[in-house]
C-alpha cells in the first residue's frame, strides 16, 4: 500500500488524523471517542490487490451522532484512493446482528460522499451457510484499468453465494 | 474441437500472457458455489481478526490515556 499524506487528510478532515503505523490511523472526537481507521491487505475474496476497511470507534460512554466522524473517515478514504487505485472491501461484523445497521449507515455516507461520481460502489447482501444475512460491498475508482474484471469477479462470487442450491 | 480442449487452449494462452487475469478467470470459470462461500468466509474471518485485534489495542491504549473504562467499543 502506497502511504497516505497525512497533510492532504488533514486538509479534508474535520478532526486531526495521526497516522500511528503502516495504514494505520486514528483521530479524537469532541465528544472523547478515539477512532481508528485501517486498511487490512486481503487476496482472499477477489484476485487484484484488495484491502479491507476497518473502522473501530472507543470511549467510556455512548457518544452522541458526530457527522465530523463520517467526514473525518471520509477524507482517510478519500486520500487512500488518491494514493492507491485499488480495490476498497467492506464486510460488516455480524456477530452482534447489527449488520443492517451498519450497511445502511456505510451506504448513507458513501451517498453524501461528493466526488462519488468518481466511483464504482457495488454492495450486495448474501446468507451463509448457517443462514446469518451478511452485507458486503466493494469501491474501486472509474479510472481503475481493471475495474470491468474486479467488479465481475465480485459479482459472479457474490451471485454465487446468492443463488439457491 | 472438443469443449474441454477450447477450455484448455484459452487457459494455456491467458496463462501465457498474463498470471493475474489467469487466476481471475480459473476462479470464476471453475470456482463452485462452496469454494465462493470458502473465499467469502475467509475474507470476512480476515475482517474480524483486524477488528478483534484493533479493539484490544484501542481498548488498552484509551485506558492507559484517559484512566476510563473503555465501556462502547463499536467496530464497523
Known sequence: ???????????????????VGEGFYQFFTDHGVHCSVEFVLDDSL?????????IVNVNHHKSPSDTKVRDTIIAIIDEFFEKNNTTLLYICETGDKKQALRNR?????????ERKTQYTFVA?????????????????????????????????????????? | MRKNDEKLI???KIKKNNVTLHRIFNRLYF?????????????????????????????????ERTGLKANYVVSL
Open chain 2, 10 to 12: 484459452i487457459i494455456w
Open chain 1, 105 to 113: 449507515l456505510f451506504e448513507r455516507w458513501f451517498s453524501t460522499y
Open chain 2, 31 to 63: 470456482m463452485t458455489k462452496e469454494e465462493a462461500l470458502r473465499r467469502f468466509k475467509a475474507a470476512r474471518q480476515t475482517k474480524r481478526d483486524a477488528v478483534a485485534a484493533l479493539e484490544e489495542k484501542m481498548k488498552s491504549a484509551y485506558e
Open chain 1, 46 to 54: 477477489m484476485s487484484r490487490e484488495t484491502y479491507h476497511l476497518v
Open chain 1, 124 to 165: 450486495s447482501s448474501l446468507k451463509d451457510d448457517e443462514g446469518i444475512e451478511n452485507y458486503a460491498a466493494i469501491i474501486v475508482r472509474n479510472d481503475n484499468p481493471d475495474l470491468s474484471a474486479i467488479v465481475s469477479e465480485f459479482t459472479t462470487t457474490i451471485s454465487l453465494l446468492s443463488s439457491k442450491p
Open chain 1, 1 to 19: 500500500m502506497n502511504q497516505l499524506s497525512i497533510q492532504a487528510i488533514n486538509e479534508l478532515s474535520s478532526y486531526q488524523v495521526t497516522e
